[in-house]
């Protein structure tokens, strides 16, 4: 049986992208995205509930990133959850959740949530794999035969 494993995610950068160039040439880049959402509790009290995820970001996003984001940029993620374990200083088994990013979309206008003093361009978006638009659909004819002689009295 297939599965699906998608992410997709809205959120603000909490720091800059921390980037890694390989010496292969790939690029990795990492940062964490805070996600927020409010409600009314029973009691009335209005709650607000912040989630951080790890995003990973390779080759040509990984560029992209380290050339535009920024700490607070508001960003759109599409891509894989992935399960990472490793062992700490300690000696412990850890284990953490990555979105594996295959796009990214920067939101807002130039500077949002950023350093203000900054001038750099953003690129709207941003894809790992570059494919090929869809050729558009052929427009369906237009008949002007309404079924009638075509004297009728409609101004337009």
Do not use: C
């Not at 203000?116 to 869809?134: G, L, V």
């Amino acid at each position: 049986m297939a599965g699906v494993n998608k992410v997709i995610l809205l959120g603000n950068l909490g720091s800059d992208p921390e980037v890694r160039h390989l010496e292969n040439g790939s690029a990795v880049a990492r940062f964490n995205i805070a996600t927020s959402e409010a409600y009314t509790n029973r009691s009335g009290e209005r709650v607000e509930q912040t989630e951080w995820h790890r995003i990973e970001l390779w080759d040509n996003l990984a560029k992209i990133a380290e050339q535009y984001l920024r700490k607070g940029n508001t960003v759109y993620i599409e891509g894989k959850l992935r399960t990472e374990t490793w062992t700490d200083k300690e000696g412990k088994q850890r284990e953490g959740k990555t979105v594996r990013a295959n796009t990214m979309q920067l939101v807002g206008g130039r500077n949002s949530g950023g350093d203000s003093n900054e001038q750099h361009a953003q690129p709207a978006t941003a894809t790992q794999a570059s494919r090929p638009a869809p050729a558009p659909k052929p427009a369906e004819p237009i008949s002007s035969d309404l079924g009638g002689s075509g004297d009728d009295d409609l101004p337009f």
